[in-house]
């Protein structure tokens, strides 16, 4: 009888070492990241600018309503004024505060010749900022259509007229 040696075979042994693959690719990510962001955060500038007292900020410019309304009537502040009252009341802000801005709401009806003579007016008082005020239009499309049939829009400089 032979005694042969029992040899017993080890189980798989623990791994001790670390996988390294989801670390660098997680670092790759990271360095990608960092490239593509780096030029945004370079380009502010910081100063440490030299402190003032006449370097304060100045105040934001006014700005006066002036409306005309259908019947060529011109309102400044909401109060209505004839032709020379108007121009004698611009002259005076405009001698005040040359930087102010007039906000010009004139009706649609009301005629181009009328609105330019206005305009002139704000002009020869030395007021050169001046914005016409208007309306969104509303947006076209099938739910803003009525029961009544299509409507028709006036013709403007900007707009031709439209042929059915």
């Known amino acids: 009888m032979a005694f042969g040696r029992l040899e017993r075979t080890t189980g798989p042994q623990p791994m001790s070492d670390i996988n390294m693959t989801p670390l660098v690719d997680v670092m790759l990510v990271l360095v990608v990241i960092f490239i593509l962001t780096a030029p945004l955060l370079a380009s502010s500038i910081r100063l440490d600018l030299p402190r003032s007292e006449g370097a304060t900020p100045g105040s934001a410019p006014q700005a006066i309503t002036l409306v005309v309304d259908a019947k060529g009537q011109a309102y400044?502040?909401?109060?209505?004024?004839?032709?020379?009252?108007?121009?004698?009341?611009?002259?005076?802000?405009?001698?005040?505060?040359?930087?102010?801005?007039?906000?010009?709401?004139?009706?649609?009806?009301?005629?181009?010749?009328?609105?330019?003579e206005v305009m002139g007016a704000a002009h020869l008082a030395g007021l050169q900022r001046i914005g016409f005020v208007a309306e969104p239009a509303p947006?076209?499309?099938?739910?803003?259509?009525?029961?009544?049939?299509?409507?028709?829009t006036p013709a403007t400089a900007s707009q031709p007229p439209r042929t059915p």
Do not use: H, K, N, W
């Open 76 to 116: 400044l502040d909401d109060q209505p004024l004839s032709q020379p009252a108007l121009a004698e009341r611009l002259r005076r802000i405009g001698a005040e505060q040359p930087d102010t801005e007039v906000q010009l709401r004139a009706d649609a009806a009301v005629p181009y010749g009328r609105v330019v």
């Open 139 to 152: 947006p076209a499309g099938p739910s803003t259509a009525t029961s009544a049939g299509p409507t028709s």
